[in-house]
């Protein structure tokens, strides 16, 4: 991993369609400087020219994706794969032009937000980096689900889901994150859903961008419907891996520990992040003098700087 922060050298820009909304909508990733983070800038809408910051401090909703802003000013719906690719990829600093309420879904995965980043190129900029360091396991419960932070050497991810449907059952999955492993193991990994679900939320005026170029369905039988099946055997759990980065790329900066859930989702994800930041004595601000090697870290060191203030929630 590179010591120092990062933003993409050219303009890119992505069109498609809302999930929810069925609208088009589109982004463009813009270059930014050191120290800004990652920044959503309305093109229109309510709001024109209004910014927000990707921390968890501005999420708005997580009912159906991840929202940042107001649900009834200026917002961006369904980050999360986005972010995840943001954060998979190794980005630091970004705007991100936004026309609409929503991400575009494209293909239901971060592969694209991936593709159109190595179109752009990274460019390494003259700031080092900071890091947020979990000192000590922070959990957080809501019934049966449960999702924490534990110490660890590195980035890295444990999720395990468990659906009664046969299609899915309990799957596990656990990543050591870095930009080769997010390439190649969970950033095609799509979001899915059922289909007796889909119809529901058609009928509610929800979901009606949803459609099998952009999701896993699950029918009736309790089959995938999809013809060309499954990216991965564990599609369903690595794309929740994958939904949980982009929930905690909204720290303001990569995490050195592990995260752990059962049986998550976005609203348990940010409510974890938020217990973390929410307790000073939970984590520590730090910057790497050395580069990862064999997924640890040789030397670190404390700093006082904010890292994009996100204990500010």
Not at 109 to 115: G, L, M
Not at 155 to 168: G, K, L, N, Q, Y
Not at 278 to 293: G, K, L, N, P
Request: glycine share 10%.
């Amino acid at each position: 991993m590179n010591d120092y922060q990062t933003t993409i050298k050219s303009r890119v820009t992505l069109a498609g369609t809302g999930v929810h909304s069925g609208k088009p909508v589109s982004v463009t990733f813009a270059p930014s400087d050191p120290d800004t983070g990652i920044i959503f800038h309305f093109v229109d809408g309510r709001e024109p020219g209004k910014e927000l910051r990707a921390l968890v401090s501005e999420v708005g909703a997580t009912d159906l994706s991840t929202m940042i802003g107001n649900p009834d000013g200026a917002h961006v719906a369904t980050v999360e794969h986005l972010m995840a690719a943001v954060l998979g990829v190794g980005l630091d600093n970004l705007v991100i032009e936004v026309e609409g309420n929503e991400v575009p879904i494209l293909d239901g995965s971060a592969a694209v937000f991936v593709e159109a980043i190595d179109r752009a190129g990274i460019e390494t900029q003259a700031v080092k980096r900071r890091f947020i360091r979990v000192l000590r396991d922070v959990r957080i419960e809501n019934g049966a689900s449960w999702a924490e932070f534990r110490p660890h050497t590195g980035t890295r991810f444990e999720v395990e889901i468990d659906f009664e449907s046969p299609a899915i059952g309990r799957q596990q999955f656990a990543i050591d994150l870095n930009g080769e492993s997010f390439r190649n193991e969970v950033a095609r990994a799509r979001t899915f859903g059922f289909l007796k679900d889909v119809e529901r939320l058609w009928a509610a005026g929800y979901a009606l961008g949803s459609s099998l170029e952009n999701s896993v369905v699950i029918g009736h039988d309790n089959r995938v419907i999809n013809m060309g099946g499954l990216r991965y055997p564990d599609e369903f759990v690595r794309h929740k891996t994958l939904d949980a980065m982009g929930d905690l790329a909204l720290a303001g900066a990569r995490f050195i520990g592990c995260f752990r859930s059962y049986r998550g989702g976005h609203r348990l994800n940010a409510a974890a992040l938020r217990r973390l930041l929410s307790d000073r004595s939970a984590y520590e601000i730090v910057e790497t003098t050395t580069r990862y090697e064999r997924g640890r870290i040789a030397e670190i060191s404390a700093v006082s700087g904010p890292v994009f203030a996100p204990w500010m929630i």
